[in-house]
């Protein structure tokens, strides 16, 4: 029996395909591996938060500060969400990435829960784009995904075929068993 770390943190933002996390959340799950989800405020409009809440059995975290906010508290107790959150992570993997998260974390912009978490983890990084095929082949999302690379994120790159946009091309979110069995081998890899 391989022995994988436990806590993956998934990143979801605003992408047609981000109704296909929740089936990747529910195949971690039954490998007993403890999902904390993390989405942009687009993410949350395609996909409803409560039901990734239930599947994860955990919060899930969109806004950096939420209403009730209160730095006092933050100040009194020496706790932030994003960081304990990157602090207990083994893993922390974006899908899908749309383009502009993907600026965003290789321009290091963090104005959001997702990216501040991205900017703050010391943990392997795997980021699975998804997007229109102009989009994906625009030179400077690869120069982008070729930034993230070179200081060390595993980039799981799309599949070919029919995109949500009614364009055929490379673009396609892969197959979540894909990504599960990805994200096992670098839990497996990590836990040695």
Request: charged share 25%; glycine share 6%.
């Amino acid at each position: 029996m391989k022995l994988y770390k436990n806590t993956v943190l998934i990143g979801i933002s605003g992408g047609i395909a981000a109704y296909k996390i929740k089936e990747l959340i529910v195949s971690l799950r039954d490998k007993k591996i403890d999902v904390h989800v993390m989405m942009t405020k687009s993410a949350s409009i395609m996909i409803d938060p409560k039901e990734l809440r239930d599947v994860s059995s955990n919060k899930v975290y969109i806004n950096l500060f939420d209403e009730d906010f209160d730095y006092k508290e933050v100040l009194g107790k020496r706790k932030v969400d994003h960081i304990q959150l990157a602090d207990k992570a083994d893993l922390l993997v974006i899908a899908p990435a749309t383009a502009n998260i993907i600026g965003k974390i290789a321009s290091g912009i963090a104005d959001d829960f997702l990216t501040t978490t991205v900017l703050a983890t010391r943990v392997p990084v795997m980021i699975c784009p998804s997007m229109n095929v102009n989009m994906w082949n625009n030179p400077i999302v690869q120069k982008n995904i070729s930034k993230l690379q070179g200081i060390g994120y595993k980039v799981i790159h799309p599949d070919s075929g029919a995109l949500a946009c009614g364009y055929e091309g490379k673009g396609r979110l892969p197959e979540i068993s894909k990504l599960s069995k990805e994200i096992l081998k670098i839990l497996s890899i990590n836990a040695n």
